[in-house]
Nanobody, 133 residues
Framework: QDKLMESGGDSVQVGGSLRLSCVASGDMYNRNCMGWFRQVSGNKREAVAVTHTGGDSTYYADSVKGRFTITLDDAKNTMYLQMNRLKDDDTAMYFC??????????????????????????WGQGTQVTVAS
């Protein structure tokens, strides 16, 4: 069982920056992908950025490309989301998530990350980001 805990959410002005952190309790080796998702009350949860734990691929929502950066620190078992040039539309609850490796895949199997919430089995409680002008 993987437990995830986010931190770093805050209220900032438009144009400001924040760095979110997600500390995981399980073994990074058991995860295929990790990602950041966000949700505004009443709306669907949407992917912001996801990354393969092998470090070879990352994907971003079009709305954050060039402004947000997702990184992994294996030694600290922590994922980060650096958010720059924040906009009003970035206001949301941000969640980190992890997709577990399926033991049936085999060591040589490669599964690309997706941006679908249904592919991620483990979720944190969320951290609120509010961007105000």
């Amino acid at each position: 069982q993987d437990k995830l805990m986010e931190s770093g959410g805050d209220s900032v002005q438009v144009g400001g920056s924040l760095r979110l952190s997600c500390v995981a309790s399980g073994d990074m080796y058991n995860r295929n992908c990790m990602g950041w998702f966000r949700q505004v009350s009443g709306n669907k949860r949407e992917a912001v950025a996801v990354t393969h734990t092998g470090g070879d691929s990352t994907y971003y929502a079009d709305s954050v490309k060039g402004r947000f950066t997702i990184t992994l620190d294996d030694a600290k078992n922590t994922m980060y989301l650096q958010m720059n040039r924040l906009k009003d539309d970035d206001t949301a609850m941000y969640f980190c998530a992890a997709e577990a490796k399926n033991p049936a895949w085999g060591s040589s199997y490669y599964r690309a990350c997706t941006m679908q919430t249904t592919d991620y089995q483990y979720w944190g409680q969320g951290t609120q980001v509010t961007v105000a002008s």
